[in-house]
């Protein structure tokens, strides 16, 4: 099977508004969730704890960073501080509210709802403000939440260290694990859990796009006031996308601190995550979906990689401060690259590819 | 016929710029209501009072049997009105398809969650809204193009797909800036019929910038003059081009 459009007869409106038009893709698609939910999760603990959780983690703060600043063009430094709130959010739901009413998806949920509500309290000032200027906004949200959760020992139980580990009987599931015989606190499970939000938050995402409110979103980051002029409400808008966005971010910071490290810090989710974050999104592509989760793989990956370069070809050549530097540098050059070469990031190169491959052999 | 629009005693100043001074003119339903004038005679600045853009300092709007000091353009689309602009507002990131089905949003009802889990009204409405567009598509025969990115293509096209995003929003009324500026007589024909289909085939009042005096004699019903900010000149064709004033603005006047 080759990867063409012959064939595939569009004959009404909703084929035309498919994700996957192509047959060639709906194959590569569905081997895809069999690979992801089938083999990754009998790989082995390590691999799925330090590299596979993280990334989903991580992406799904990009998707949702990338709802605000692609989709909408409202820059935000803000990502870590929304995460930060949905982690402990979620870690106080679990703690106070009595066990057989919470649950851990649930309390992701709501944990992102609060942070889509504070999200839009530091969104208030996008409605008169644009661009660079909001960076000093949402930066406030950072050092504001980061501040707060400091200052008030309530939100952590008091636990002197600034670290609480999380408890076993958080993963309990309303005792789902002793029905099935499975052990929930396990990486498997906890993998197939944020797979299976990630997956969920990100078909919501990509249909968002390709609705009425993504091309709200679109024309509010292209022309404000032509947008305004069609009907459409701009701070609405602009309101909105602040909510999703960090309702995405606060899932991810309850997956991130439950479903890969175990324990609530709030040295996690300093500023330089905010910036990690939006690296994964420049690097990927802004306004669009794939190229949020090929960035947070490739920024996330690289360190990694680059060690176990170092390892096993210079003999533990690099510690951890060259590692870091040298990332830190591979990442500007690859968004100064990007920016000069190809804007749209990594999705755009994916997507030269698949129109090139479209044409094979015969490009013209 | 009904005035549709009536605009009253309008000045607009920024600062100490007065770009409109003390303007009066009504537009008649179902009408092709051409304004023209010299560069910088405030006439982009009337279309932007009407549609609530700028914020008149003195007077008043009157649309649709509703007197107005001012109104945000938001609630003007809500009451149907529908404009281009001068220099194109695309949304440049947007294919073609997705900016002309971004004029349909004020028909779309289903929230945010519905659209994205793309479950019920959601999954309609774009179903029947795309059909509303393509009937657009097709009357401006941009068909071929429909998926590209507004970006790529060429200036007359663009000029096109703004009009279409204008159009499939099933306005009473219809502001075009400069619809033909910087088209050649080709491109300027196509437009040009166009315009008189939506005006008289769909009876979409028009109030329509234009340079070009042509068309502008041509195609409209009515021709409003302005002049460094005042108007000097409101009549038919035919009576504003005798008009001495007209013709002195137009032409210069010997000292």
Redesign the interface.
Known sequence: MIYRETGNFVT???K??EIFPMKFDKVVVILGLLFLFLYVPTTSEYFLSAHVIPILAVGLATVGLNILTGLTGQLSLGTAGFMCVGAFGTYNLMLRVPDYLMSLPVALLLSGIFAGLVGVVFGLPAIRIKGFYLLVSTLAAQYFVWWFFNSYAWFLNYESSGVVAIAPKFYDYWGLGNLLGVDMQGYPARYLLSLVVCIGLSY??K??LR??????F??V???D?????????VPKAKL?AFF?SCFYCGVAGGIYSFLYIGNVDLMIYEVDRSFTILFMLIIGGL?SISGSWLGAIFVYEFPIVFTWIGDFIFQGAFNTAVVENVSNMVYGVFIIALLIREPGGFAALWATTKQKLRMWPYPH | MSDILKVENVTLQFGGVKAITDISFNVKEGEICAVIGPNGAGKSSMLNVI?G?YLPQIGTVTYDGVERKSI???D???AGM??T?QNI??????TVL?NI??????F?K?T?LE????IGR??E???VN??AVEKVIKFLQIESIRKTPVAKLPYGLQKRVELG?ALV?EPKILLLDEPMAGMNLEEKADMSCFILEINKEQGITTVMIEHDMGVVMDISDHVVVLDYGKKIGDGSPSEVMANQDVIDAYLGVSH
């Open positions: 009404n409106y909703f035309d508004r919501f995402a249909n968002l609705s009425n409110t993504g091309r709200n679109m024309s980051r292209d022309r006031i032509a947008a305004s002029v069609m009907g459409i409400s909105l999703i306004g | 549609n853009v945000n353009p938001r003007a689309a809500i529908a404009r602009f507002a695309l949304f440049q990131g947007m997705e089905m971004t004029g349909r949003n004020l779309m289903s945010w659209q994205g889990l793309n959601a999954r409405e774009e179903r795309r059909l995003r929003a």
